[in-house]
């Protein structure tokens, strides 16, 4: 697994990154838009906008996570590369960029993704019943900081 910088021309490959882990994960609601938009959307906004890190396994994406000014807007990850280190890779990599700290947000139902940032450092700071989520699902904020600041 090799981990690069998005690209441009990433959003196709980013979207079956994000539908593949989505399906997968059977605890997290709906999509809040059309499935059409998300490829649009992945180029025209979260490219431009985020830093992005692609996992990629003999030149197929496997995992992306996209970072804005010290917040873990997205990262997924496709199911069959789940315990192979990937998320945890791409975390790493954030941490780098934002020594810092990092805050993402995570649906309270995510019991899966609470504990694995949980083992990567990350510690609860305040719970939301979902008013403020397009999904209006209860979340939970996150905040990792390093050690030694």
């Given at each position: ?80 590369a ?11 990599d ?7 700290g ?48």
């Amino acid at each position: 697994m090799i981990l690069r910088p998005g690209r441009a021309d990433d959003a196709d490959a980013l979207g079956a990154v994000f539908l593949a882990a989505r399906a997968d994960a059977r605890f997290l609601p709906p999509l809040a838009h059309p499935v059409e938009t998300l490829v649009p959307f992945l180029r025209d906004r979260v490219l431009p906008r985020c830093r992005i890190r692609v996992a990629a396994d003999a030149g197929r994406a496997v995992g992306f996570l996209a970072l804005h000014d010290g917040w873990v807007e997205h990262l997924y990850v496709i199911p069959e590369a789940h315990r192979r280190g990937v998320g945890r890779t791409l975390l790493d990599d954030a941490k780098a960029a934002s020594p810092e700290g990092l805050t993402l947000w995570c649906f309270q139902r995510n019991i899966p993704a609470l504990a694995f940032y949980a083992a990567q450092g990350f510690v609860e700071v305040e719970r939301t019943g979902g008013a403020g989520n397009e999904e209006r699902e209860p979340d939970v904020r996150l905040v990792w900081r390093p050690l030694h600041r």
